[in-house]
């Protein structure tokens, strides 16, 4: 389980990269369909950085830390740590959905990713007590 959470979280590394690398172009995005999904309009809001630090950063940072949980075997912190970033995702899509008005796919693939990591960490927390009142 730790190896295909490690996976997932590396997903969500190149994922937040490809988004970081909006951030900081300005060149016309492959994920930028129509006026509702615009990858650039949401890497360039003033919602895409906190304190000057870029949101996708903090995504690449996040993941893999979560990599890094899973593959020291960490199950209850990497739950934790998991939880946390599912509810800092679904505060950024509010945000693209009700204040920016515009969805960007890297972030609805991110969003997704996490939920996955989440739920899969979760699992693992379930399956290890299971296994421990077995025992």
Not at 21 to 38: G, L
Request: proline share 2%; hydrophobic share 60%; with cysteine.
């Amino acid at each position: 389980m730790r190896i295909l959470i490690a996976l997932v979280a590396l997903a969500g590394v190149v994922v937040s990269t490809l988004a970081l690398r909006v951030h900081f172009t300005t060149d016309v995005e492959p994920c930028s369909f129509n006026e509702k999904w615009d990858c650039g309009m949401v890497n360039r809001s003033p919602f895409a950085e906190i304190e000057h630090i870029p949101v996708a950063a903090i995504g690449i940072a996040g993941y893999l830390a979560l990599a890094g949980l899973a593959l020291a075997r960490r199950r209850l912190l990497l739950a934790v740590a998991s939880i946390l970033g599912l509810g800092f995702a679904l505060y950024l899509s509010h945000i693209e959905r009700d204040i920016i008005m515009v969805w960007c796919l890297y972030c609805v693939i991110s969003q997704g990713i996490i939920a996955l990591a989440t739920l899969l960490s979760l699992g693992w927390v379930a399956a290890e007590r299971m296994a421990k009142r077995r025992a």
